[in-house]
């Protein structure tokens, strides 16, 4: 269930939306949607002209009609210029400097792309194509035993319109060399697809609740989550990776991606400046967030059983203590996650080739796109 960027509505407007009933509140949802993203296309384009004329005050002024034309004629071009703002660079010479999450990683090439930011202020390595050698890490994972499971909520309509393209991309993308366990929660076990799955690869159906309102479903998946690592998936698989089911995977989503605690940069906000990054403001939620290291997509992320289980327990804490206290996190599970990977940094970070949106059209930073958001129906398939 994606997110996608909008600016925090005023509290007044919140408390007004929470007054009203559950169909007139996805209606005001995509309404300032809309509004939030036409707000966000000026802003950013006044951002760029400032960025590239800060000095010359006077050609500044020029660039304003030029933007408008590029504003009115194609939104498309506003994306271009989006990929153009800078990115921090690596500070570090080699890998070897890297805060490791195992050895293989010091094969890493931090230098191999200079358009992109390839490592963390805190040591962890950012990882895009063209930085690691795929069959070296496979051979390492598969040395050391690693196993994944992979986590999924398929709730409602959601089961009908994406499990199965899900589970058959993966089958061909995720972990292909490693064994992997699927733990598909469900409210209805009965219309789960029947998936061709090759050797060392399974499925466990889990079934679930199914609540009123689609952020519960949301939020409620890291309780889920949580039981699930410490009855079973603890006991058979190393790494634990979480992923909303509306995606496709179509690019190697391998064992590169694996580590202690991995979070994906959210491809919508990765070449924004921190300011526009829409934490949760409200000094009334545990998700809080005055600023931060990056913007993390909660649509992935995973590591350690462990570190995930930690996570899942923590985020589901605060979204409890926030339900006591009648507050709901700006973007729900995904303002917890990111206030949780500000406090305990991820040793590994995935670029948004690991959770692309074709809507945001050509980047040439992006050279391959491992796993892409599916066509989007949210008036049909969100209950409320």
């Known amino acids: 269930m994606h997110r996608k960027p909008c600016f925090p509505a ?3 407007e919140n408390k007004q939306i929470q007054q009203t009933d559950n169909h007139m509140r996805m209606h005001l949802f995509t309404y300032n949607l809309h509004v939030a993203e036409t707000f966000r296309s000026w802003v950013n384009i006044l951002f760029y002209c400032r960025y590239v004329q800060k000095s010359k005050s006077f050609k500044c002024v020029l660039c304003f009609p030029i933007a408008l034309c590029v504003l009115y004629f194609t939104s498309s071009s506003l994306q271009l210029l989006i990929g153009l703002l800078p990115m921090d660079k690596c500070s570090l010479e080699s890998a070897k400097m890297l805060s490791l999450d195992n050895s293989v990683d010091t094969s890493l090439d931090l230098g191999s792309r200079h358009d992109v930011q390839t490592c963390t202020s805190w040591k962890a390595p950012i990882i895009w194509d063209g930085m690691f050698d795929p069959g070296l890490y496979d051979q390492t994972h598969k040395r050391e035993g690693s196993s994944v499971a992979l986590t999924v909520f398929a709730v409602g309509r959601y089961l009908d319109a994406y499990l199965s393209t899900f589970l058959n991309s993966s089958e061909h993308h995720f972990m292909v060399d490693l064994p992997v366990t699927y733990y598909v929660f469900t409210d209805n076990p009965e219309k789960m697809p029947d998936i061709k799955l090759a050797p060392q690869r399974s499925i466990k159906v889990i079934k679930v609740e199914r609540h009123a309102r689609w952020q519960d479903i949301s ?15 603890r006991h058979r698989c190393t790494h634990v990776f979480c992923f909303d089911v509306d995606q496709v995977f179509t690019g190697r989503f391998g064992s590169e991606a694996l580590g202690d605690s991995v979070a994906v940069l959210h491809a919508y906000y990765y070449r924004l ?8 403001r409200n000094l009334k939620s545990k998700a809080y967030m005055e600023n931060g290291d990056f913007y993390y997509h909660a649509a992935v992320f995973g590591g350690s059983w462990r570190s995930v289980k ?27 996650l990111n ?6 940094k991820p040793s590994r970070v995935l670029s948004p080739e690991y959770c692309w949106d074709t809507s945001i059209g050509y980047r ?16 049909s398939l969100r209950t409320s």
């Open 219 to 233: 939020m409620m998946r890291m309780k889920a989550i949580s039981g699930v690592i410490e009855s079973d998936i």
């Open 273 to 280: 400046p921190r300011m526009w990054y829409t934490y949760d």
């Open 339 to 344: 206030k949780y990977m500000w406090l305990h």
């Open 364 to 379: 040439t930073d992006i050279r391959v796109s491992r796993l892409l958001w599916a066509p989007k129906h949210y008036d």
């Open 10 to 12: 005023p509290q007044s």
């Open 310 to 336: 930690a996570l899942t327990e923590a985020c589901y804490q605060s979204i409890m203590e926030d339900k006591e206290n009648g507050v709901e996190a700006l973007w729900h599970d995904e303002s917890h």
